[in-house]
């Protein structure tokens, strides 16, 4: 095989649960090239960490003829497409026009995977499934974990300085205010671990989407008087690497716990309304702490605290 697409749609934690795939296709094959279809400011986590070559945007206008029956195709994409050895595709195509026409524009070997996984018992990892239907071409995936070496760049934003303590890193919010626990309750947790260690230091980390909410958890935060850093901003390959050097990582079922996952940190995610047997990173240093009543509200601090120990901070990941 000389050549092979991805196309992954989705967020941030969809690309992320997709990469192990994309990494088992990268380390059997080693000498093909691999390119992804999808959105450039996710999908170029993959080519910075070695797994794919090239990125193509997803967001382009002339690709919506491929999902209606009979359309007159763009000639341009047609020629993409079909210069590749295998496309596999996780697009939502439930009745099968978008694999349909892409079959006319040539592409002779596709592989469609699933958008999203089965939710149904026995319950299965989303990153095995998505690896699953790689079987077809005698691919599979023996480990799921991923620990990938987010490039360093010139201009990273300092980390925090104050203190020689742990670096713990918190992710507050997540892409549903459902899956989210309250702002007062990791407030006290960041303070049972200052007062556990005053030379803990803290790093709090905001996507785009989240600036505003966010900005209210600091102002929170503010009037506590602990030390803390905020970084905000950041692109996610970025993020990755930051989150490399940290000897802790806290937060939900969110795509950035699963880029902190990749990058291989330890740490401890909250889940309320989805199933971590589902959803959450296969990792044996993200540990996982489910509510008992299917929401973040059923967690209580005393359980967030017992669960954090110092030996389960990773500096050795740190370079």
């Keep these: ?16 649960l997709t990469m192990p795939a994309i990494r088992l296709m ?11 279809l999808g959105y450039p400011s996710i ?5 910075a960490t070695g797994l794919a070559d090239r990125v193509r945007s997803i967001e ?14 763009d000639p341009e994409w047609c020629t993409y497409l079909a210069g590749f050895d295998v496309v596999v595709s996780y697009l939502y195509d439930p009745d099968g026009y978008f694999a349909g026409n892409l079959k006319v524009a040539g592409v002779e070997t596709l592989i469609s995977c699933p958008f999203r996984p089965i939710e149904e018992e026995p319950f299965v990892p989303a990153a095995v499934q998505f690896a699953k239907p790689l079987e077809q071409l005698a691919l599979f995936l023996d480990d799921a974990t991923l620990a990938l070496d ?10 925090p300085a104050h203190g020689t303590g ?22 006290e947790v960041l303070a049972g671990l200052y007062a556990r260690d005053q030379e803990t230091r803290f ?9 505003t909410v966010i900005a209210q958890f600091c102002a929170l935060l ?60 296969v990792s044996s240093r993200m540990k996982v702490l489910r509510s008992a009543t299917a929401s973040p509200a059923g967690i209580s601090v005393s359980e967030v605290l017992e669960r954090i120990e110092p030996e389960s901070y990773s500096p050795p990941l740190r370079r």
């Design 150 to 159: 987010y490039p360093t760049p010139h201009d990273l934003p300092p980390l």
């Design 222 to 281: 503010d009037e506590t008087r602990l030390p803390y850093t905020h970084l905000s901003g950041c692109r996610l390959v970025d993020l990755g690497a930051i989150y490399r050097q940290v000897d802790y990582f806290l937060g939900h079922d969110s795509g950035i716990s699963h880029l902190a996952a990749s990058a291989g940190a330890a740490g401890l995610l909250l889940f309320g309304p989805t199933n971590p047997e589902i959803w959450a990173p």
């Design 203 to 211: 790093l709090i980390t905001s996507g785009e989407a989240e600036e």
């Design 26 to 36: 990268r380390e059997t094959l080693p000498g093909t090239g691999i390119e992804i």
């Design 1 to 16: 095989m000389g050549r092979i697409l991805f196309i992954r749609g989705g967020a941030v934690g969809d690309f992320i």
């Design 166 to 187: 742990p670096l713990i890193a918190l992710h507050p919010g997540s892409g549903s205010p459902k899956k989210n626990w309250s702002f007062e309750s990791w407030i």
């Design 43 to 47: 999908a170029e986590l993959a080519v």
């Design 60 to 73: 382009d206008a002339r690709l919506a003829t491929f999902f209606a029956p009979g359309a007159k195709l």
